[in-house]
Structures are given as C-alpha cells and as structure tokens.
C-alpha cells in the first residue's frame, strides 16, 4: 500500500482531454499527489518515442515518484514509460481505483476494487511476460519472466475466488431487497455527479449524518434509510458518484452499487446548479449515459438542481432552461425541483413530487409496522 504522504508526481493529458484537466488535478491530490508537472500528448493510448525521452531527461531533475496517464494507455506504452523513466505510471482508472481504496469500508467495497484492480493489470502483466520471453524485461520491474509468470497465475487465481465471494454477497443484498420489496417499501436511487451533493440530500431527508465534503467518491458502498413520507414508507439510498466517461472496469466492478439505482422505483438526479453552464450540460449528459448503460432508465427520474443558494436568480433561471433542455432530450416532461440540500429549500416540493407520482402509477401497499423503521421527516406533512 502507497504511503499516505504527498508524492510528487507528473501529470501526461491528451489534448482531447483539456476540458478534464482540473478533474485530473483534483483526483491526482486526493490520491496523494501532488503534481508538479503537466505534459500534453496528442493521443490517449500512447506517447510517442521523442516525448517519452523528453520526460524521461526531466523525470532526473525533478525526481517524481509516479507518472499519471490521464488516459487509456496501451501495455506497451507503460511499459516504455517505467522502462525509460524507471518510475511507477498509473492510467486514469488506477488513479480512480486508489481514491475508492481510500474510502473503501466494508469487505464487498474491497473485494471490487481488488477485482477492478486485477483486471485492469492483467493486460499489463500479459505485457510484461511477452517483454520477457523477448529478454526485454528490465531488471526494475521484477525478478524475471519466472516470477511473473507466477504473479499472473497469481492473478487469475485469486480474481476466480473474488467473484465467488462477490456473488454470495450479492446474493445477501438480492434477499435484503426482495424482504423490503414484500413489505410494501419504496426504493429511491440518488445519483448524481461526484461532489453534487447527493450525501448532503440523502442526510437533509432522513436525518442521517453520513459523511460529506468536496473529495470525490466519499460514498463506494450503497447506504440505505427508510423514512416516513407524507404517509408513504420510502427507503431512501445513497449511490457513488458519477464521472465523465466513466471506465468499463469501475462500472463492473461497483455492480452491487449501479444494481441498486437499476431496481430504485425511482431515481433522484442530483445536479450542482451553481457550475458553469458548459459543466453544467456535460454533467448530465454524462450522467444520463451511465443510466441508460445500466439500463435504470424505466423508472421516473427527478432531478434536483442542488445549491441554488449559490446561484443568483438570473443565473438560475439561465441554468434551469438549460437543464431543462439537456434533460429533455432523454425523457419526456422531466420533473426539475430547485433546492438546497443543506439549506433545506424545497425538499417538501421534492418529495411530495416524488411519492405523488410513485401514488399515481402504482397501487399503494400499507406495510406492516417494523419498530425503529421509520423517521419522519422534519416539516413534511
């Protein structure tokens, strides 16, 4: 495990990726790194031999323990880079995978982020044994070919005994639902971007005091809270946040999270209405790509455009119409509440929304009475 002191680190973005680079700064310091240099590549697969020389001449001067691919780098293009630079190099979803490792807090949270880790170095090992077989391997990266052959059996052996593991926990959380589902409750998803401010929403309606703040992925592991809403028995659960063209591997590998928002009776979209326009539209859209993957769009989703407080009323108004429009594109008559998680406006209007709608298009279940269950809401009628 990496020390928790700051590492001094270079940053490599693709071009194509400008619009992320202050996303890439953020992630790289609440990994631990501090980044005392960026560079810019034209592709976000591979770096050419003359850029790969160039940091490897300054890698000498400035004596940075990692190198952040803020990208898809192939196998050979890292391996080229720890060669050259002799030097550790993560790829943007390593990055990611050490921030969840951080906040990771159950034994399921562990086992996916071990599972997503494996398969993501697997390639890479591959890598390593072909280099190998070739007499390329240089001495840093390991003891031999022998050695890796055996860390890549390693490997395979161990992600066999995660999925087993994974899927017996799943299986407990599949039972869980089915008993809430018996017992007449609504389930209902919030998602949202990281740091939109879904923790803050999920604490305001069920009194909870889970733990927020501006680092990204604060939530890994789904929390859930049954609360009493205008008569209305409705569990209420937190989701990790999204990321802009978010990797197959962490989509996989937080299955049990994404399977929760994909049998909500309904879905919360948290938006942060005080960031700039053009962030603003590429944020729900992004959002929006990742529901449709998981197929969580058939049941109604609410968006709540967080932190108005923040906003001016112009500005509001401005951004709502934009909100408006982008959400429009995916679903028919979409229903935007403006609130303030933490300034507790219009939270009634957004769950009366939300159970009025739910009222209308299923028959309502009286559940049974389950001690300790309930908490009503604070000025909810």
């Not at 050490?98 to 562990?110: M, P, Q, Y």
């Amino acid at each position: 495990m990496r020390s928790s002191l700051v590492e001094k680190a270079y940053l490599i973005i693709p071009r194509g990726l400008e619009d992320h680079l202050e996303e890439a700064r953020v992630l790289a310091r609440v990994a631990g790194y501090d980044v005392v240099r960026v560079w810019r590549t034209r592709y976000t697969w591979r770096l050419g031999r003359g850029l790969i020389g160039e940091i490897a001449r300054s890698v000498e001067a400035d004596k940075p323990s990692t190198i952040i691919f803020y990208g898809d780098p192939r196998p050979s293009t890292v391996f080229q880079l720890v060669k050259e630079c002799k030097v550790r190099v993560v790829d943007r979803v390593t990055l990611i995978l050490e921030i969840f490792a951080k906040h990771a807090g159950s034994r399921e949270a562990l086992l996916q982020i071990e599972m997503a880790r494996i398969k993501h170095e697997i390639p890479l090992v591959r890598e390593w044994i072909r280099r190998s077989k070739l007499g390329e391997l240089p001495g840093f990266l390991g003891p031999g070919g022998y050695a890796i052959d055996s860390y890549y059996r390693h490997l395979t052996s161990r992600l066999s005994r995660i999925r087993e593991e994974l899927e017996e926990l799943r299986r407990t959380r599949r039972l869980r639902l089915e008993s809430r589902r018996r017992h007449g409750m609504i389930h209902v998803a919030i998602v949202g971007y990281a740091s939109a401010g879904k923790t803050s929403l999920f604490n305001a309606i069920t009194g909870e005091n889970r733990a927020v703040g501006e680092e990204p992925f604060t939530t890994l592991q789904p929390k859930h809270t049954a609360v009493n809403v205008n008569g209305v028995k409705v569990v209420f659960i937190d989701t990790v946040g999204f990321i802009r063209d978010v990797p197959p591997e962490i989509v996989e590998a937080f299955h049990a999270v994404l399977e929760e928002i994909k049998h909500a009776d309904a879905i919360i979209f948290v938006v942060d209405i005080s960031e700039e326009e053009r962030v603003l539209k590429e944020k729900v859209e992004a959002g929006f790509k990742v529901l449709a993957r998981i197929e969580a769009l058939g049941a109604p989703v609410f968006i709540a455009a967080n932190k108005i407080d923040l906003v001016d009323e112009g500005k509001l108004k401005s951004r709502l119409k934009i909100l408006e429009e982008v959400v429009s594109r995916v679903i028919d008559s979409p229903k935007i509440i403006p609130i303030s998680a933490v300034k507790r406006i219009g939270l009634e209007e957004l769950l009366a929304t939300i159970t009025s709608t739910l009222n209308r298009s299923k028959p309502h279940h009286e559940p049974p009475p389950e001690a300790g269950l309930a908490v009503e809401i604070r000025g909810s009628s």
